[in-house]
């Protein structure tokens, strides 16, 4: 059974950083894509940010020059440094792996539990 726990939320100033966690755990043979989005009250589910096995990187507008997305293969563990926070990165930020369990198995996306963000002064 794979889990995908995140970690690292909280309440931060604006203009304040936070570093969110994502630790993949269970039987998994590789990770293809390894993401973040987030959900405000009332809003729909937004893409944060992706990095693929190939290092390929994506980010939504809102975030770009603000947030960096990266991963440790090795303990299969995402990460997303996010800086200069405003009130409106404000949300749940969700964990999202695309992965194979064992290597003949098909790729399937995974969510975390999702982290509160408060962004507030």
């Known amino acids: 059974q794979v889990q995908l726990v995140e970690s690292g939320g909280g309440l931060v100033q604006p203009g304040g950083s936070l570093r969110l966690s994502c630790a993949a755990s269970?039987?998994?043979?590789?990770?293809?894509?390894m993401g973040w989005y987030r959900q405000a009250p009332g809003k729909q589910r937004e893409l944060v940010a992706t990095?693929?096995?190939?290092?390929?990187?994506s980010y939504a507008d809102s975030v770009k020059g603000r947030c960096t997305v990266s991963r440790d293969h090795a303990k299969n563990t995402g990460y997303l440094q996010m800086n200069s926070l405003k009130p409106e990165d404000t949300a749940v930020y969700y964990c999202?792996?695309?992965?194979?369990?064992?290597?003949?198995?098909?790729?399937?996306?995974?969510w975390g539990q999702g982290t509160q963000v408060t962004v507030s002064s």
């Open positions: 999202y792996a695309v992965l194979r369990e064992r290597e003949r198995d098909t790729f399937r996306g995974y």
């Open positions: 269970g039987t998994i043979f590789s990770i293809y894509v």
């Open positions: 990095v693929t096995s190939g290092g390929s990187i």
